[in-house]
Nanobody
Framework: QVQLVESGGGLVQAGGSLRLACAAS????????MGWFRQASGKEREFVAA????????YIADSVKGRFTMSRDNAKNTVSLEMNNLKPEDTAVYYC????????????????????WGQGTQVTVSS
């Protein structure tokens, strides 16, 4: 049974930093696309960052480019999202997601690509 568990959310002032982590279990994820999405209150869930399996390309949303960095540790089955220079508009619940396919060619920025989701972690940025 695949499980994704996020951690690291919290309350931070604008300009501050947070590091989110996602621990994956119940499978091997090194060959699978992993992603981060976020959902602000009253809005659709949106793409933040993704990394293809097998050391493939990384993708980052324009809204966070230059401020957020995604990384993965395949040996530990973890992915992280380093968030710097946070803004109030970054306030949202952040979700980790995994595609169950190996070396998937599906669009890594589309939430429909992902089969497994974590429970989410709240990030609140005060002005």
């Amino acid at each position: 049974q695949v499980q994704l568990v996020e951690s690291g959310g919290g309350l931070v002032q604008a300009g501050g930093s947070l590091r989110l982590a996602c621990a994956a279990s119940g499978g091997t994820f090194r060959s699978k696309t992993m992603g981060w999405f976020r959902q602000a209150s009253g809005k659709e869930r949106e793409f933040v960052a993704a990394m293809l399996g097998g050391g493939g390309r990384a993708y980052i949303a324009d809204s966070v480019k230059g401020r957020f960095t995604m990384s993965r540790d395949n040996a530990k089955n973890t992915v992280s999202l380093e968030m710097n220079n946070l803004k109030p508009e970054d306030t949202a619940v952040y979700y980790c997601a995994a595609d169950r396919s190996l070396y998937s060619r599906s669009n890594p920025t589309a939430k429909e690509t992902y089969d497994y989701w974590g429970q989410g972690t709240q990030v609140t940025v005060s002005s």
